[in-house]
């Protein structure tokens, strides 16, 4: 693998879809990402476009959803959604499990595992994940 490489072109836009698809599979499926699985919208076929839009710009391919939705910020899209740092590593889980299971290569991951959990990180917009609440006088945790 040369090191001059971008990921977009080590792993090419079908591996990126595959990817995609596959990410969203294993929050399906994995016990682990409940939590942000019941986040998403019970279909996951229009997401599944998006992240593959996403990351093609991201991993250093042809910008797609920035063109479409005219930014790559992330933030507004998560807003409503409470992301401490445990959704964050239930996604970070499900990433690193769909990079597994598309056969990805060690120095791929290397390569990816850091700015990955950076991106992650950016999406978090809390700082405590929101427990499961046990103590019946305490009615919201903000
Ligand atoms: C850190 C934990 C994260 C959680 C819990 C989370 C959760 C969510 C949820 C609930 C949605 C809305 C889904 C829906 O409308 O059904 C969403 C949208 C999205 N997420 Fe995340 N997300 C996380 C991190 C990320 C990261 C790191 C990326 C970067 C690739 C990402 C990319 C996207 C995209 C592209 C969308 C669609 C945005 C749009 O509507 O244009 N998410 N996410």
């Not at 591996?15 to 990402?33: G, Q, R, S, T």
Request: hydrophobic fraction near 35%.
């Amino acid at each position: 693998m040369s090191q001059d490489q971008t990921p977009y072109q080590i792993l090419g836009e079908e591996k990126i879809k595959e990817l995609a698809n596959i990410f969203y599979d294993v929050m399906d499926e994995l016990p682990d990402a409940k939590h942000i699985r019941d986040m998403h919208s019970k279909s996951l076929v229009d997401i599944k476009q998006k992240l593959a839009e996403y990351l093609t710009g991201w991993l250093g391919g042809p910008p797609v959803y920035q063109q479409k939705h005219g930014t790559v910020c992330l933030t507004k899209p998560h807003a409503p959604f409470a992301i401490g740092p445990e959704e964050r590593d239930q996604w970070l889980l499900c990433f690193n499990e769909a990079l597994e299971r598309i056969g990805a290569s060690e120095e791929l991951k290397d390569m990816l595992r850091v700015p990955v959990f950076r991106l992650a990180d950016t999406v978090k917009n809390r700082d405590e994940s929101i427990k499961e609440n046990t103590d019946p006088n305490i009615i919201a945790i903000a």
